[in-house]
């Protein structure tokens, strides 16, 4: 053992030190956390422990392939190169180096092939690490920025391990795997958005990073990353590994300016950050027992109900507004209800000082959809062909991606790709009716964190397959639509389902789901939702609990939870009641108590904090917990989980006073201690309490 780490090439900072086997390729075979001497690198794993090369047809490439390799230092880096690989004219470099007053190790990789087959994806850095770090495997927890973000608890003993592309799924870049002794920390470090997915595999008794880079398909030619990758150790929670990602997003372009900075210049209308309720309300609805007929006329009723209750307005989330029915895209005209009466209902709300928001169905194409249509059975399959095939995502076979089924969910769609002109014809030409029958605020729904699939098409302009053509595409329609619509109206708000990080300057704000547990975007076993995103970018985007936020007339843990994780991450309250007959005045006591508290929050001093404050580490409170509920979709047993009966969350304002606020989501009043005094809370009940002042 001793002879074998003398042959190591090593690197180190002041926590970590890696080490790469010359006898191996250059394999990672050691990745000591220095304080605790815990090695997170399986060396006696098979491979890859460097790379994987994956192409068209042919089998994948490892290092144990490579041939004529080096692996030398250099200075403050460790360079491996590969002239080629057995049977294949493919040749690699892989660089790694240490950066003054960084803790982590910064990796690219290089690669020259001439095989003649396409890369199609290269798995970089491929390391592998004990599937389980310790004794204590339910102290154990896995970070995936899974949207809002995901923690798995136990991850060695789940069987499906969730991955993310980026963009899409994965709002940011790293993840992390951690128990209470030392953690490891990846990430790549990407400003121009590349296409690429996080996830962890696991393959007997180890993980494997599953940090895929995605190239345009070529099949002769150069590609490297443009971006490092990193690798670390670290000591901390989920928190701990979301601020070593914050020290770097911090110096991306998308944090250039605060919300409250762009609030303040005009870039975000200010009405988003006034306190409102965000209220998924279906047109389409029961106007009476099992009766299914045109709610529109009830919308402005429900709004001065919802006012009566809370004391403020409300922002109607117009669900099942289009033409043909919900998510039928993109024939969306006249409005369900017809167009004179739905401006007057849009009219009605303004004039009272409430807002309206629709979804558009992003990019997608209905080509057929059983049911869910005012018409029954919708194909639209022959007007595709005629104007929306020759611009559609193509598989790589060159014909148009197709995916879903007429008689689920969406129904059976194709996606416009972004890069055509069509897609900017349908999302501004959409956007823009939406604004002239008097939407305030426009989504680009099922363009989840600004993923779409990716296009092999070689007539539409860009290359064939990954690269970061595809963000660049979304990045300046959806510049172009905010611009197109302030001409109209400075109030216009545009936003994005889920969040995004490469998005933020072309967003108004985003639809959050802090609140999920149980289903997607939180779905899978042992996955807990954590407010990850919100606690690196808070205070640069703005986002709205909504869609599925519970609402109910009967006492329920599980809803005042949802309700409060809306207020303790930061988000406007939000609720949903879709096609159910609902009386306001009728909302079970506690969550109109937190719903109004919420709502006064954002009104009084708490709102420097909530809205504009950055969100920082978070300790546990020693308070009881209650068991939820949580609906997971339709046919499936509910999920249960147990949270802490009081919920919380510490802020730090613009200013650099800090604050903490709480509220009781238990079914029970509850006494507990927090920060040397002592609360009693009532449920439903919230509480702000300034920590510092200047």
Same mark, same amino acid.
């Given at each position: 053992?001793?002879?074998?780490?003398?042959?190591? +090439?090593?690197?180190?900072?002041?926590?970590?030190?890696?080490?790469?086997?010359?006898?191996?390729?250059?394999?990672? +075979?050691?990745?000591?956390?220095?304080?605790?001497?815990? @090695?997170?690198?399986?060396?006696?794993?098979?491979?890859?422990?460097?790379?994987?090369?994956?192409?068209?047809? #042919?089998?994948?490439?490892?290092?144990?392939?490579?041939?004529?390799?080096? %692996?030398?230092?250099?200075?403050? =880096? %460790? #360079?491996?190169?590969?002239?080629?690989?057995?049977?294949?004219?493919?040749?690699?470099?892989?660089?790694?180096?240490?950066?003054?007053?960084?803790?982590?190790?910064?990796?690219?990789?290089?690669?020259?092939?001439?095989?003649?087959?396409?890369?199609? =994806?290269?798995?970089?850095?491929?390391?592998?690490?004990?599937?389980?770090?310790?004794?204590?495997?339910?102290?154990?927890?896995?970070?995936?920025?899974?949207?809002?973000?995901?923690?798995?608890?136990?991850?060695?003993?789940?069987?499906?391990?969730?991955?993310?592309?980026?963009?899409?799924?994965?709002?940011?870049?790293?993840?992390?795997?951690?128990?209470?002794?030392?953690?490891?920390?990846?990430?790549?470090?990407? =400003?121009?958005?590349?296409?690429?997915?996080?996830?962890?595999?696991?393959?007997?008794?180890?993980?494997?990073?599953?940090?895929?880079?995605?190239?345009?398909?070529?099949?002769?030619?150069?590609?490297?990353?443009?971006?490092? +990758?990193?690798?670390?150790?670290?000591?901390?929670?989920? $928190?701990?590994?979301?601020?070593?990602?914050?020290?770097?997003?911090?110096?991306?372009?998308?944090?250039?300016? *605060?919300?409250?900075?762009?609030?303040?210049?005009?870039?975000?209308?200010?009405?988003?950050?006034?306190?409102?309720?965000?209220?998924?309300?279906?047109?389409?609805?029961?106007?009476?027992?099992?009766?299914?007929?045109?709610?529109?006329?009830?919308?402005?009723?429900?709004?001065?109900?919802?006012? @009566?209750?809370?004391?403020?307005?409300?922002?109607?989330?117009?669900?099942?507004?289009?033409?043909?029915?919900?998510?039928?895209?993109?024939?969306?005209?006249?409005?369900? &209800?017809?167009?004179?009466?739905?401006?007057?209902?849009?009219?009605?709300?303004?004039?009272?000082?409430?807002?309206?928001?629709?979804?558009?169905?992003?990019?997608?194409?209905?080509?057929?959809?059983? &049911?869910?249509?005012? /018409?029954?059975?919708?194909?639209?399959?022959?007007?595709?062909?005629?104007?929306?095939?020759?611009? /559609?995502?193509?598989? /790589?076979?060159?014909?148009?991606?197709? =995916?879903?089924?007429?008689?689920?969910?969406?129904?059976?769609?194709?996606?416009?790709?972004?890069?055509?002109?069509?897609?900017?014809?349908?999302?501004?030409?959409?956007?823009?009716?939406?604004?002239?029958?008097?939407?305030?605020?426009?989504?680009?729904? $099922?363009?989840?964190?600004?993923?779409?699939?990716?296009?092999?098409? @070689?007539? !539409?302009?860009?290359?064939?397959?990954?690269?970061?053509?595809?963000?660049?595409?979304?990045?300046?329609?959806?510049?172009?639509?905010?611009?197109?619509?302030?001409? !109209?109206?400075?109030?216009?708000?545009?936003?994005?389902?889920?969040?995004?990080?490469?998005?933020?300057?072309?967003?108004?704000?985003? !639809?959050?789901?802090?609140?999920?547990?149980?289903?997607?975007?939180?779905?899978?076993?042992?996955?807990?939702?954590?407010?990850?995103?919100?606690?690196?970018?808070?205070?640069?985007?703005? &986002?709205?609990?909504?869609?599925?936020?519970?609402?109910?007339?009967?006492?329920?843990?599980?809803?005042?939870?949802?309700?409060?994780?809306?207020?303790?991450?930061?988000?406007?309250?939000? %609720?949903?009641?879709?096609?159910?007959?609902?009386?306001?005045?009728?909302?079970?006591?506690?969550?109109?108590?937190?719903?109004?508290?919420? #709502?006064?929050?954002?009104?009084?001093?708490?709102?420097?904090?909530?809205?504009?404050?950055?969100?920082?580490? *978070?300790?546990?409170?020693?308070?009881?917990?209650?068991?939820?509920?949580?609906?997971?979709?339709?046919?499936?047993?509910?999920?249960?989980?147990?949270?802490?009966?009081?919920?919380?969350?510490?802020?730090?304002?613009?200013?650099?006073?800090?604050? /903490?606020?709480?509220?009781?989501?238990?079914?029970?009043?509850?006494?507990?201690?927090?920060?040397?005094?002592?609360?009693?809370?009532?449920?439903?009940?919230?509480?702000?309490?300034?920590?510092?002042?200047?």
């Amino acid at each position: 053992m001793i002879l074998l780490l003398a042959a190591l +090439v090593t690197l180190e900072t002041d926590t970590t030190r890696i080490g790469f086997d010359p006898d191996r390729h250059g394999a990672i +075979v050691s990745l000591v956390d220095k304080a605790t001497g815990r @090695d997170f690198a399986a060396p006696k794993a098979v491979a890859p422990l460097l790379y994987e090369l994956s192409f068209t047809n #042919v089998p994948s490439l490892t290092e144990t392939a490579a041939a004529d390799v080096t %692996v030398k230092r250099d200075g403050n =880096s %460790v #360079v491996i190169t590969a002239v080629r690989h057995t049977n294949a004219a493919v040749a690699i470099e892989c660089r790694f180096r240490t950066e003054s007053g960084s803790s982590l190790i910064f990796g690219r990789i290089a690669v020259r092939n001439d095989s003649g087959h396409a890369l199609t =994806s290269v798995r970089f850095p491929a390391l592998a690490w004990p599937k389980q770090l310790g004794t204590s495997p339910e102290r154990e927890f896995l970070v995936l920025p899974r949207n809002d973000g995901c923690l798995i608890q136990s991850p060695a003993s789940i069987g499906w391990l969730p991955s993310a592309p980026y963009p899409g799924s994965a709002s940011m870049q790293f993840l992390a795997h951690y128990n209470d002794t030392a953690g490891l920390y990846a990430a790549s470090y990407d =400003s121009r958005c590349y296409t690429k997915s996080f996830g962890v595999e696991k393959r007997g008794d180890v993980f494997r990073m599953a940090m895929m880079h995605r190239p345009p398909l070529q099949a002769r030619g150069e590609w490297h990353t443009a971006y490092d +990758v990193v690798i670390g150790t670290f000591r901390g929670d989920w $928190q701990t590994a979301a601020d070593i990602y914050k020290k770097w997003a911090l110096k991306q372009p998308w944090c250039r300016r *605060t919300l409250a900075q762009r609030v303040a210049s005009g870039d975000v209308p200010r009405w988003l950050t006034e306190p409102s309720l965000f209220y998924a309300y279906s047109l389409r609805g029961e106007v009476e027992p099992k009766k299914i007929g045109n709610r529109l006329p009830s919308v402005s009723q429900q709004a001065a109900a919802w006012r @009566d209750l809370l004391g403020g307005p409300t922002t109607f989330m117009l669900m099942s507004w289009e033409k043909l029915g919900p998510w039928i895209a993109p024939d969306y005209f006249p409005p369900f &209800g017809g167009e004179r009466d739905f401006k007057a209902a849009t009219a009605a709300l303004h004039a009272n000082g409430h807002r309206t928001l629709v979804f558009l169905s992003g990019l997608n194409w209905t080509l057929r959809k059983q &049911g869910g249509s005012d /018409a029954g059975t919708l194909d639209d399959t022959m007007a595709f062909e005629k104007r929306g095939a020759a611009s /559609a995502i193509c598989d /790589a076979d060159g014909r148009p991606h197709r =995916s879903g089924k007429p008689n689920a969910g969406v129904g059976e769609k194709a996606v416009i790709c972004p890069a055509t002109p069509l897609a900017r014809e349908m999302l501004l030409g959409a956007t823009l009716e939406c604004q002239r029958l008097g939407i305030d605020c426009v989504q680009a729904d $099922q363009i989840v964190g600004g993923g779409m699939p990716p296009c092999f098409s @070689d007539k !539409h302009g860009h290359p064939r397959g990954g690269g970061n053509w595809s963000a660049e595409a979304l990045y300046r329609m959806f510049d172009e639509i905010r611009r197109e619509g302030r001409k !109209h109206s400075k109030d216009f708000a545009w936003s994005m389902e889920e969040p995004g990080e490469f998005f933020i300057p072309v967003l108004d704000t985003y !639809h959050a789901r802090d609140y999920a547990q149980g289903r997607w975007p939180r779905d899978g076993e042992g996955v807990v939702g954590v407010p990850l995103f919100t606690h690196v970018y808070h205070e640069f985007m703005h &986002g709205y609990g909504g869609d599925s936020c519970g609402v109910s007339t009967w006492a329920s843990a599980s809803t005042l939870y949802q309700q409060g994780m809306n207020l303790v991450c930061g988000k406007t309250p939000g %609720v949903a009641v879709w096609t159910r007959p609902y009386d306001p005045k009728t909302t079970d006591a506690p969550q109109a108590r937190l719903l109004r508290g919420h #709502v006064e929050l954002w009104r009084g001093p708490a709102r420097e904090f909530l809205v504009f404050g950055r969100r920082v580490a *978070t300790g546990p409170l020693d308070v009881p917990r209650v068991r939820c509920k949580f609906f997971t979709g339709a046919g499936r047993s509910p999920r249960e989980l147990e949270v802490p009966a009081v919920l919380h969350s510490q802020w730090r304002a613009p200013a650099g006073d800090e604050a /903490a606020v709480f509220v009781c989501v238990g079914n029970e009043p509850v006494a507990f201690t927090a920060f040397g005094q002592n609360f009693k809370l009532a449920p439903g009940e919230v509480k702000f309490l300034p920590l510092t002042t200047r």
